[in-house]
């Protein structure tokens, strides 16, 4: 018993600041791109042939889709005129698909999904996780999300063992074929009012498996996605600062 | 140990990290071919992996395994042509054997039960029937590609009437990958527990035919997410080896700082998950932290908390400073040291050893004659570590402090766990302290047409085996991967015969295994 308070008072106070301040990321961080198109030479080309995703386009002018990028940031190894650059912006979630083009406007972030979602699970969220054709990435970081440094549960958000106890539905992986109907099968078990969410790149378009025949490209053609969370994978405060804003909470 | 009266000649040696031509490779009777596969895994050695090659005429196949011979020291001492170092006791040589057979052959799987899998996935890849199989069930593919989920594959079935069945996923109670699990009960206790995979099957190695791709690295950091370093470095060690590029001693090294992180971090990790799941919460919450401290390590060379981009073909993607080495042995020193704090509650816990001691237990020979690899292997007396017997640079310069033990239970690969990461604590003080000079990385060449190499790594599960093979033009004609999980699954399986339903979680989690490493 001594032992075990002598090495509780040793382990001190772990849980994150965050969201009362910004979070603290490794220097080598790889957060959301920017684009400055304007300085892009074109016909160059450099940063398509070297994208594992395709995310970037050069015609008609440079674009790049995080819903893709696996923020390899091989392309902006690659760019000889700086047009492509890695910021350490863990902030990523969207409300659309469409949102997560980036085409050198700022990045339109997520904002609460309805004032119904927020009211209803604004302090109290239910979350049922999926994991479906992935590598698991992301769901080790959707696993650190309960840990004691991000401490989910200080902000009413749980993961839950159960479809019926559920408020929306976590998706990772670019949902294999074995996996579709029981992806479909939970979300018609929660109950509505109900959201989901995509997270990584696999679960938005099917990432590194876009153009594998055994699996869908991304949560999309299975089920109606409100909230998309880019990464390979995300970050955990990437997820926090995503599923805060979807439901109106304030972030930094 | 003996070599037994298998012919040496019938095997064609490899060296660990050289690519050889695939015509070098003559097929050899199928008497001569089996008796290669048994004798070397009755040595003590690894069949690492089996597979089929499609040849000119239709229905034919050629069979292709990569074996790991074990030898005792002295004949590796007298032969300094081995490619292998020495591991113990033991070397380990690699070798390949071949041999044609039409659309069936007589199964070695009743001899050689660690041939099980790789038989079913013969079958079910390419339709061959190992005759005489006692359980030719799908591996993967159940029920996604040709199946049908509603008309599973007929799954093992016990009958009477105090017997009943427990039927668990594929979606599962918690953040955790998807698969069906049968437990066949009476009462409480498991008669039989079977385990229907494939669910993560997402088309991965019909991928890499006609690759190296631009994608191929990402997918290699995906066949495992847990073990991203693990799986990229193997397939680094493939291509590397087709296209006669040797890394530098620092790639190297900051390869294998990488690879201990990711073992340090799952280790952590799962050693407070065993914690939790059997209720005993101080453990279970430090080592939730530490685990993110460990990634966090990791992130800071990588700016990846799973290693993405560290390994790159040649080389690796990042360097460290004297700074950064400082401060991450700094860093580890403090880790380490709450980490040894938060494990001592837990093995200083008698109600938790209790309950880890005599739970799901895989007895040696079980162990030995399922072929199980990595740490589960080792806490069931089965001396085999890739660190060891195929050692890179780094690791034969810093050999790993190795560990055996012999009860196969919970408890045993629990502390198995912490004494491999207190030796992965001591590697990496050691490696950080004096990293080797040398070019992050080379620019790699066009593949070798016609050729076949191995890239093997100890991931922190086990063996992890690539086998790339060029056709005429340097691309992959074929690519297999092996996770130490398809391996494994069969001892988790093993480890419930007997058991209390209840004690699944803790076995499962004593395991950790891969469902995407295995399902691919």
Redesign the interface.
């Known amino acids: 018993m001594w032992n075990i308070l002598r090495t509780r008072a040793a382990q001190g106070q772990r849980t994150a600041a965050y969201p009362k301040s910004a979070p603290e990321l490794p220097a080598r961080f790889r957060g959301r791109l920017a684009l400055a198109p304007a300085a892009c030479d074109e016909g160059c080309g450099a940063c398509v042939d070297v994208c594992p995703t395709h995310a970037i386009t050069c015609e008609p002018s440079l674009a790049l889709d995080l819903g893709r990028c696996l923020f390899c940031t091989e392309c902006v190894d690659v760019c000889p005129t700086e047009a492509l650059s890695s910021t350490p912006d863990y902030r990523l979630a969207t409300t659309t698909r469409d949102a997560l083009v980036l085409k050198g406007e700022p990045l339109a972030l997520a904002e609460r999904l309805s004032d119904e979602i927020a009211r209803r699970f604004g302090r109290s969220l239910g979350i049922r996780v999926v994991s479906a054709g992935g590598c698991a990435g992301c769901a080790a970081e959707v696993n650190a999300l309960s840990n004691i440094i991000f401490d989910l549960g200080r902000f009413g958000i749980h993961v839950v063992a159960s479809p019926r106890h559920a408020d929306a539905m976590l998706v990772t992986g670019p949902v294999s074929h074995a996996m579709k109907g029981a992806v479909e099968a939970t979300y018609r078990a929660i109950p509505a009012p109900k959201f989901v969410i995509a997270v990584g790149a696999c679960a938005i378009s099917g990432g590194p498996y876009a153009e594998s025949p055994a699996v869908e490209q991304g949560l999309a053609t299975t089920v109606p996605v409100d909230l998309f969370i880019p990464g390979c994978p995300p970050h955990p405060y990437t997820l926090l600062d995503g599923i805060l804003r979807a439901l109106g909470r304030a972030v930094p | 140990m003996t070599h037994g009266d298998l012919n040496e000649d019938i095997l064609t040696p490899l060296a660990f990290g050289v690519c050889a031509p695939i015509d070098s490779f003559e097929p050899v009777a199928f008497d001569d071919f089996a008796s290669a596969l048994r004798q070397t895994l009755d040595d003590g050695g690894r069949v690492l992996s089996l597979f089929a090659r499609s040849t000119s005429e239709a229905q034919q196949w050629t069979l292709v395994a990569v074996l790991a011979r074990r030898h005792a020291s002295e004949a590796a001492g007298q032969d300094p042509a081995r490619a292998s170092l020495v591991g113990g006791d033991y070397s380990f040589s690699l070798g390949v054997v071949c041999a044609r057979v039409g659309q069936s052959y007589p199964s070695l799987t009743p001899r050689s039960p660690a041939l099980h899998l790789f038989e079913r996935d013969l079958h079910e890849r390419c339709g061959i029937v190992p005759e005489g199989h006692p359980w030719l069930r799908p591996v993967r593919h159940?029920?996604?590609?040709g199946g049908d989920?509603t008309q599973p594959w007929p799954m093992y079935e016990l009958e009477g009437p105090e017997v009943h069945e427990v039927r668990v996923g594929?979606?599962h109670?918690?953040?955790?990958?998807?698969g069906h699990f049968r437990f066949q009960c009476h009462g409480e206790r498991v008669f039989r527990l079977e385990i229907a995979l494939?669910?993560?099957?997402?088309?991965?190695l019909?991928?890499l035919v006609g690759g190296p791709h631009?994608?191929t690295?990402?997918?290699m950091?995906?066949?495992?997410?847990?073990t991203?370093v693990g799986h990229a470095w193997a397939h680094a060690q493939v291509v590397e080896a087709l296209s006669q590029v040797c890394v530098s001693p620092r790639a190297d090294a900051l390869r294998a700082c990488g690879l201990e992180l990711e073992r340090l971090a799952n280790h952590v990790g799962d050693l407070g998950a065993l914690a939790g799941d059997v209720g005993f919460l101080?453990t279970a919450?430090?080592c939730?932290?530490l685990?993110?401290d460990l990634?966090?390590l990791s992130?800071?060379?990588?700016?990846?908390?799973?290693g993405?981009?560290l390994v790159r073909v040649g080389g690796v993607g990042?360097d460290l400073d004297d700074e950064l080495t400082g401060s991450m042995r700094e860093r580890l020193r403090s880790i380490g040291e709450?980490a040894e704090?938060?494990n001592?509650?837990l093995w200083?816990s008698p109600s938790s050893t209790g309950r880890f001691e005599g739970t799901g237990t895989v007895p040696p020979e079980v162990a030995r004659s399922l072929g199980l690899v990595g740490f589960a292997a080792r806490a069931s007396g089965v001396d085999i570590d890739v660190r060891r017997c195929f050692p890179t640079q780094t690791y034969s310069d810093h050999p790993v402090r190795h560990w055996l033990k012999e009860q196969g239970d919970v408890y045993a690969r629990g502390r198995m766990r912490w004494r491999e990461a207190e030796a992965s604590f001591a590697f990496l003080d050691q490696v950080l302290d004096e990293l080797p000079e040398g070019d992050l990385r080379v620019a790699p060449t066009e593949l070798s047409p016609d050729s076949l190499a191995v890239g093997l790594v100890e991931g922190w599960r086990g063996e992890i085996c690539h086998i790339g093979l060029t056709d005429a033009q340097g691309r992959f004609e074929a690519y297999e991967i092996v996770d130490p999980s398809f391996h494994n699954w069969t001892g988790l399986e093993m480890a419930l015969r007997g058991a209390e339903i209840s004690d699944f979680p803790l076995c499962n989690k004593s395991f950790n295994l891969?469902?995407?490493g295995h399902?691919l």
Not at chain 2, 221 to 226: F, I, L, Q, R
């Open positions: 159940w029920p996604s590609d989920a594929p979606v109670a918690g953040v955790i990958e998807p494939g669910f993560q099957h997402r088309g991965l019909a991928q631009c994608h690295l990402a997918q950091e995906t066949v495992a997410g847990d991203s101080p919450s430090y939730g932290g685990r993110g990634l966090n992130a800071m060379i990588s700016g990846s908390r799973l993405r981009g990042f709450a704090r938060a001592l509650l200083a891969s469902y995407a399902d």
